[in-house]
């Protein structure tokens, strides 16, 4: 007999395509959660900006469980690197948007935090990150989408603002 087919036949072939099937399936459903909860993220209907919220425990909730299906070595490095991935995307919008609305006495406008520190944050809540980054990138490039007719307008019905998905009134005044 064959290495090969010993390898075959001991049933090690099998196991490793449940495990990565499994790892398959964990980091798919991990993909569709980040998915739909940047698309609630969108919404101005507080009934559906509430599956957001869910999208979140969920993929922190995929996140610990990674570990026993794909094996923590693998865990560690796909979460490592989609925190750093959201990092820098939320450090990057952070800058843009300084530039974009420069502060009115000329001074130059500095991100609230270092990249390291966001990145620390990340390992913790990287898809609030993503959501953070998604929605407030989509409201600078068109807050239209979101009701309001101009960057840092409040959006009618919700109180929020348009481009500062950060910065939200607590209520909102009755038209």
Not at 2 to 13: D, R, Y
Not at 45 to 56: D, K, S
Not at 90 to 111: I, K, N, Q, S, T
Not at 124 to 136: G, I, M
Request: aromatic content about 10%; glycine content about 8%.
């Amino acid at each position: 007999m064959t290495a090969t087919n010993w390898w075959i036949v001991s049933g090690e072939a099998t196991n490793v395509v449940k495990h990565m099937t499994g790892t398959i399936i964990l980091y798919s459903l991990l993909g569709a959660t980040i998915l739909a909860g940047c698309l609630a993220s969108l919404s101005i209907r507080p009934e559906l900006r509430g599956w957001r919220n869910l999208a979140i425990l969920a993929s922190l909730l995929l996140g610990v469980i990674s570990p026993f299906v794909a094996g923590w070595l693998t865990a560690l490095i796909v979460w490592s690197a989609c925190a750093l991935v959201a990092a820098v995307a939320y450090h990057v919008y952070e800058v843009w948007a300084a530039c974009r609305h420069p502060l009115e006495d000329g001074a130059d406008a500095e991100p609230d935090q270092s990249i390291a520190v966001t990145f620390l944050h990340a390992l913790f809540l990287w898809p609030l990150l993503v959501f953070d980054t998604f929605e407030n990138t989509c409201a600078e490039l068109s807050p239209a989408m979101l009701g309001a007719s101009e960057p840092g307008e409040v959006v009618r019905g919700t109180g929020e603002f348009a481009a500062d998905g950060d910065e939200r009134e607590a209520s909102s005044r009755p038209e």
